[in-house]
């Protein structure tokens, strides 16, 4: 049985990963000419995510490009002494099993997991979609498939194809999120330095295995930002706009970034799908129901997402029809619950007023000195928040993994 996966950053190779080794016949189509490498940001991994890498027998590799991230300090406009956090007290009360890692390095571990099982073409992408699995590609060339999934992200090319423009089922929930790969001027290892005012936060982090470093910038507008998601020069001018007129060593990191090449900007949106299959067309990762980047949890619902759309598939024999819904019934609660996590974290991660300034200061300090046994329980007591990613559990697909059959009539 033959599957398209369009997308090959994080979703499309676990798919890939999982698919093949339920008998399916699987090509990734990626429109980069090559496996993405540029620069990426840090992404989370909760418990869930982490037990499916386990599964997949890729929990080493991937352990060791975790960051390594521990501390970070935080430094306030007009205030000469900054306050720091032991950032093991948060995560460890988050999730009972958590790493960090940057994105491409993720991606990279997938893929080199999976290239020699699914066919990888690079530097092409799908053109249309025909009922009947007819893909017309831009490259000119025309194949059919039983499946098509969107792996794409949240621009996703198929999702359009398939249910239209993307202003239908986007809601930007207030912030916009930069992150741009700078040199490492300030001997970052193990430790974040940011600094954060009213509406904005700004940051630089590195990893022990990186050369160089990342500087991530968040802010709220009241009202959306008129630039185009490829229009790399208005973005840059936009980031100047907003934090041009800081203190601290933002000066240095903007002059940074207008030097690099190695640039990533876009609104913190949420996608809201009532569905995301339409015949024999899915959705998974960002490109279905991505709750926000970088407040939602994006990157470990979508390596869950991944896991249990091919292991429907598999537990349906490959029957769209059957498959698509058990699917979307089984983390539909996560999609949901996600989304209004991170509609609470894109107002509460960046300080709205200088009360919520100090707000966060205060709140560095209480965490500082509260036994961290006494953080992880205060946080076990809802799974609606921090913990929300922690609270799914996982169905075990091996009983139903056979080799698929066509599902065409």
Same mark, same amino acid.
């Given at each position: 049985?033959?599957v398209?996966?369009?997308g090959?950053?994080v ?5 890939a ?7 399916f016949?699987?090509?990734v189509?990626e429109r980069? #000419?090559?496996l993405?490498?540029?620069?990426g ?6 418990r869930?995510?982490m037990d ?10 991937v352990?060791?490009?975790k ?6 300090r935080?430094?306030?406009?007009? +205030?000469?002494?900054p306050?720091?956090?032991?950032? /093991? /007290?948060?995560?460890t ?6 790493i960090e890692?940057?994105r ?7 893929h080199?997991?999976?290239r ?16 009947d699995g ?5 490259s000119g060339r025309q194949?059919r498939?039983d499946?098509v ?7 996703s090319n198929v999702r359009?194809?398939t249910?239209?423009?993307e202003?239908r ?10 992150v741009?790969?700078v040199?490492?001027f300030?001997?970052l290892?193990?430790?974040m330095?940011a600094?954060?005012g009213?509406?904005?936060m700004?940051a630089v982090y ?7 470093? +990342?500087?991530g910038?968040l802010? +709220?507008t009241p009202?959306p930002?008129?630039?185009h998601?490829?229009?790399?020069a208005?973005?840059k001018?936009?980031l ?17 970034v207008d030097r690099?090449s ?12 009532d569905s995301w ?11 279905g129901?991505?709750?926000? #980047?970088?407040v939602?949890?994006?990157t470990?619902?979508a ?5 249990v ?9 490959g029957d769209?029809?059957t498959?698509y ?6 983390i539909g ?5 996600s +989304?209004?996590f991170?509609r /609470?974290?894109a /107002?509460g ?5 200088r ?5 966060l200061t205060?709140g560095?300090?209480?965490?500082n000195?509260?036994?961290v ?11 609606k928040?921090v ?9 075990d697909?091996?009983?139903h993994?056979?080799p ?5 009539p």
């Amino acid at each position: 049985m033959k599957v398209l996966v369009s997308g090959a950053s994080v979703t499309g190779p676990v798919l890939a990963y999982w698919l093949t080794r339920y008998g399916f016949e699987v090509t990734v189509v990626e429109r980069a #000419p090559a496996l993405r490498k540029s620069g990426g940001h840090a992404v989370d991994l909760f418990r869930p995510a982490m037990d499916i890498v386990e599964k997949m027998g890729l929990l080493e590799p991937v352990m060791a490009r975790k960051t390594g991230t521990d501390r970070l300090r935080v430094h306030r406009e007009g +205030r000469a002494r900054p306050v720091e956090l032991e950032l /093991r /007290r948060i995560l460890t009360a988050v999730s009972d099993r958590h790493i960090e890692i940057m994105r491409d390095d993720l991606s990279e571990v997938f893929h080199e997991a999976t290239r020699h099982d699914a066919a990888y073409v690079f530097g092409d992408s799908i053109a249309s979609i025909a009922e009947d699995g007819e893909v017309r590609f831009d490259s000119g060339r025309q194949d059919r498939f039983d499946l098509v999934i969107g792996a794409d992200g949240l621009h996703s090319n198929v999702r359009r194809l398939t249910f239209g423009p993307e202003e239908r089922f986007a809601a930007w929930i207030g912030a916009y999120l930069a992150v741009a790969s700078v040199p490492n001027f300030l001997g970052l290892d193990g430790r974040m330095e940011a600094m954060a005012g009213e509406g904005y936060m700004a940051a630089v982090y590195s990893a022990a295995h990186m050369d160089d470093a +990342r500087a991530g910038f968040l802010f +709220r507008t009241p009202e959306p930002l008129d630039y185009h998601y490829r229009d790399v020069a208005r973005q840059k001018e936009l980031l100047r706009e907003r934090f041009g007129g800081l203190g601290w060593q933002v000066p240095r990191i903007l002059d940074e970034v207008d030097r690099t090449s190695v640039f990533y900007f876009d609104s913190i949106t949420q996608l809201r799908l009532d569905s995301w299959s339409r015949g024999r067309v899915t959705l998974a990762g960002d490109a279905g129901y991505c709750p926000g #980047p970088a407040v939602g949890g994006s990157t470990s619902l979508a390596v869950v997402g991944a896991y249990v759309l091919a292991g429907e598939l598999a537990a349906h024999g490959g029957d769209h029809r059957t498959a698509y819904p058990a699917y979307e019934a089984e983390i539909g609660e996560y999609v949901r619950r996600s +989304r209004a996590f991170a509609r /609470r974290a894109a /107002r509460g991660i960046v300080p709205g007023s200088r009360f919520d300034v100090w707000a966060l200061t205060q709140g560095i300090r209480l965490v500082n000195h509260l036994p961290v046994a006494l953080t992880r329980a205060a946080t076990k007591i809802s799974s609606k928040g921090v913990r929300l990613h922690d609270s799914i559990r996982l169905k075990d697909y091996a009983a139903h993994a056979r080799p698929a059959t066509s599902s065409r009539p």
